[in-house]
């Protein structure tokens, strides 16, 4: 486990050296055989060390000395409800985080929308952060996709391991700032269903297995 618990930290350092949280928001979890592990609350990231990760298991109980992120429930049931995720990784980027306050959800206005699994990317609607409803909003925007943005709060994607929910965090916040850019430019012309399903299907021969998934 100890491996694993480096692997956090390097993620989450990473994902604040991106630009994609800062401070101490946003947190990243990685799944484990005993459950999961996760960045704990209010702690910045430079400052982790392993045995500062918490361990939370599949009934929601923890073992560490610091308490698991306020948002360790939509992480885990996220795990629970989606065997392929390996990593979560929720941030708080600009861009992604500006639409969600807008309450926007991004649509078809690029084929790369579909290396998350197709248009829109979702919004989960609004509620209080760490709480059970806010995890089955969640889960509800994540239905067949590998990415969504929370209302007023900003986004989260998943991945088979922290490289892959990393760049999918990443993607998502390039995709979520070139939309963002288009509607100040008059609002982008959308694909068609049909033209965003042969993108998924393109997408996953040309692209795939040399971007994670």
């Avoid at 829109?120 to 952060?129: E, G, I, K, T, W």
């Amino acid at each position: 486990m100890l491996q694993a618990q480096k692997t956090l930290i390097q993620t989450a350092r990473e994902m604040a050296a991106r630009g994609l949280s800062a401070g101490t928001s946003g947190n990243v979890s990685v799944r484990v055989p005993q459950g999961m592990l996760i960045t704990p609350s209010a702690t910045p990231y430079e400052n982790l060390t392993p045995e500062m990760v918490p361990l939370v298991k599949p009934d929601g109980s923890f073992e560490g000395r610091l308490r698991p992120s306020s948002e360790w429930r939509f992480h885990l049931d996220i795990y629970l409800a989606r065997p392929e995720a390996g990593a979560v990784v929720h941030h708080h980027a600009p861009y992604t985080t500006a639409l969600a306050m807008a309450r926007r959800e991004i649509p078809a206005c690029h084929y790369m929308i579909a290396r998350f699994g197709g248009a829109p990317l979702r919004l989960a609607a609004y509620a209080l952060f760490g709480t059970a409803e806010l995890s089955t909003n969640v889960l509800a925007a994540l239905e067949g996709r590998t990415a969504c943005l929370m209302e007023n709060h900003g986004g989260i994607a998943i991945g088979r391991d922290t490289n892959a929910a990393l760049a999918a965090a990443t993607e998502l916040e390039v995709l979520a700032q070139q939309y963002t850019i288009s509607l100040a430019a008059g609002g982008p012309v959308l694909l068609s269903d049909e033209e965003v399903e042969a993108a998924v299907q393109q997408f996953a021969t040309a692209y795939r297995p040399n971007i994670p998934a």
